[in-house]
């Protein structure tokens, strides 16, 4: 009989001010299954096939609410206003000065405490004839975490039947203000429980050029060429043969943990960015967005310390794959743009695509 797709939702415990969170599970006609809260727009589970039909749960996370509330290290989350970070926690914007939260040494990162993956979203669950998903909606009000306009913010996950997850992303403002959403989530494609680190992972970027940063993670202003550089992607590598390398960017980062300058024919548009394949279990996953940049993150600070799902996080047991404008876009004036303005919308789209790739 064939499966159809559907939607539930449960408790998933409440907040410290007493508002529940609830946790809705979507469910595809393959078999693909993405649980989502409602608290940070996070994703907690996601199992995906492999070649042999075997569904595993491909993400980082926590089976309670609890550890999101404070240890998280934005399992899955969603990221605003601002993903990555602003040097310095300021920025001018039409002769004015701004000050952020400094929540990353002297830097202000991924939109503060709380940015948007900590707050109670509200959603509304959708389906239709071939994919189903939630519409999840937060307002920022002018001056939280110091960022000015009232922002309403719009996020939509819909999973469809072709075991892709697509994500569109909108905003509006009633003032001047940066907007940079974007998603957390750690995937171990050969599956949580089974394969302790992601080094094997054959990784392939479509980016000629990346962002090199400082010793603080911001970047320098410079658009450099990922040719002869541990940073080269362009031909599929694992994650792990050049990640011990020498070079000076690799030890700022503590590895991998840089923005890349996408590939663009036509701005904007829909393109692949990454994909990524697991040899052993066959799982893949395709990464194509609108935005002009991606940051790979090679898990370099997950250190033991975090257990979720039955799984202690080790070093570089989960990557995450951020689609974005550039960090510090705010201060640097040559990258595109991220100021959204009154009566313009912001809109951003990415879709994560879940395949299977033949052993060779
Ligand atoms: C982003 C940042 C990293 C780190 C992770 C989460 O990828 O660039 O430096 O903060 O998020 O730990």
């Known amino acids: 009989m064939k499966q159809i797709s559907s939607i539930t939702q449960e408790n998933f415990g409440h907040l410290p001010d007493g508002r529940g969170v609830s946790l809705y599970t979507l469910n595809n006609a393959q078999g693909m299954q993405i649980k989502i809260s409602d608290f940070g727009g996070i994703i907690t589970e996601l199992y995906a096939p492999d070649r042999e039909e075997q569904f595993a749960d491909i993400c980082l996370g926590f089976e309670h609410l609890a550890p999101y509330l404070d240890v998280s290290p934005y399992f899955g989350a969603l990221i605003g206003p601002y993903g990555n970070r602003i040097a310095h926690g300021t920025f001018e914007l039409d002769g004015q000065t701004y000050s952020l939260p400094q929540n990353n040494g002297a830097h202000h990162l991924h939109g503060g405490e709380p940015g948007f993956h900590r707050v109670l979203w509200g959603v509304e669950p959708f389906r239709n004839a071939t994919a ?207 100021i959204l303005r009154p009566g313009d919308e912001y809109h951003s789209h990415t879709m994560y695509r879940f395949l299977i790739q033949d052993a060779s």
């Open 132 to 338: 189903c998903g939630l519409t999840l909606r937060y307002s920022r009000v002018h001056g939280a975490q110091g960022y000015p306009g009232n922002l309403e913010v719009k996020v939509t996950y819909e999973l469809n039947d072709a075991n892709e997850l697509h994500v569109h992303y909108f905003a509006t403002t009633d003032q001047a203000t940066p907007v940079n959403l974007t998603q957390h989530t750690y995937f171990n494609l050969g599956g949580i429980h089974t394969t302790p680190d992601i080094l094997g992972h054959q990784l392939m970027l479509n980016a000629d050029r990346y962002t090199p940063v400082d010793v603080g993670l911001i970047p320098t202003g410079e658009l450099a060429p990922v040719a002869g550089t541990p940073f080269d992607f362009r031909q599929t590598q694992s994650i792990g043969a050049r990640i011990a390398d020498h070079h000076q960017q690799l030890q700022f980062g503590q590895a991998y943990d840089h923005n890349y300058v996408l590939n663009k024919n036509e701005e904007q548009r829909l393109s692949l960015a990454a994909r990524v394949n697991e040899p052993v279990s066959g799982r893949v996953l395709e990464l194509w967005t609108e935005e002009p940049g991606l940051q790979l993150y090679s898990g370099n600070f997950l250190d033991g310390s975090l257990h979720g799902k039955g799984v202690t996080y080790q070093r570089r047991s989960g990557f995450c794959l951020e689609p974005q404008h550039f960090p510090d876009s705010p201060n640097q004036s040559h990258f595109p743009n991220v």
